[in-house]
């Protein structure tokens, strides 16, 4: 158990059957009246974010959510397969459960499946991923102009914008949180 006078940020709790974790938390001590903890929590398996006030001695189950590093290994329809590294087990996850980020995920790319009381409820791709540009307008000497972007394919089939200067088979760096190109691999 723990009271909500213990909250911090990053801690995960069960309340009215949901998981919660503290995005920001506040004690306050108003000159009259009880003190109470202002909290900002996100249900971890919906995202959804909310504000709520808490009597200090609220207790609450605490939830241990399980982030394990996996490779995802291959696609067979709208089921996406990921093996354990320690007993090569074969995991399916459904495709809605894989969030907007996995579309910068390639085949053999470890991620972090998240799971709750043994049902997963999500998969966090590497923060940053190293793709190789498919198809893209070529570039040409000169093409420096500082904000100017174009389209680009990437191996996974997604599209992001990119500079100028980016060519086809060129490895880039991106962002999975943002979808945002970063910087051109070197060799």
């Given at each position: 158990m723990i009271s909500a006078s213990d909250f911090r940020n990053g801690v995960t709790f069960e309340?009215?059957?949901k998981v919660m974790q503290v995005v920001e938390f506040q004690h306050v001590k108003p000159g009259k009246g009880a003190a109470?903890?202002?909290t900002k929590m996100k249900n971890i398996i919906?995202?959804?974010?909310?504000?709520?006030?808490?009597?200090?001695?609220?207790?609450?189950e605490q939830a241990f959510v399980e982030r394990k590093d996996m490779e995802y290994s291959y696609n067979d329809g709208d089921l996406y397969y990921?093996?354990?590294m320690e007993t090569f087990d074969m995991l399916p996850i459904s495709k809605d459960l894989l969030g907007d980020s996995f579309r910068f995920v390639k085949e053999n790319m470890s991620c972090k499946v998240m799971s709750y009381k043994g049902s997963v409820f999500g998969v966090e791709p590497p923060t940053f991923v190293e793709l190789e540009v498919t198809e893209t307008d070529p570039g040409f000497k000169g093409?420096?102009?500082?904000?100017?972007?174009?389209?680009?394919?990437?191996?996974?089939g997604t599209e992001i914008k990119v500079p100028l200067f980016i060519n086809p088979g060129d490895k880039i760096k991106i962002d999975t949180r943002t979808g945002e190109y970063l910087e051109r691999c070197k060799g």
């Open positions: 309340m009215d059957g109470f903890v202002r919906t995202g959804g974010v909310t504000e709520t006030s808490f009597n200090p001695t609220a207790k609450f990921f093996m354990d093409d420096t102009a500082t904000n100017v972007t174009k389209p680009a394919t990437l191996e996974t």
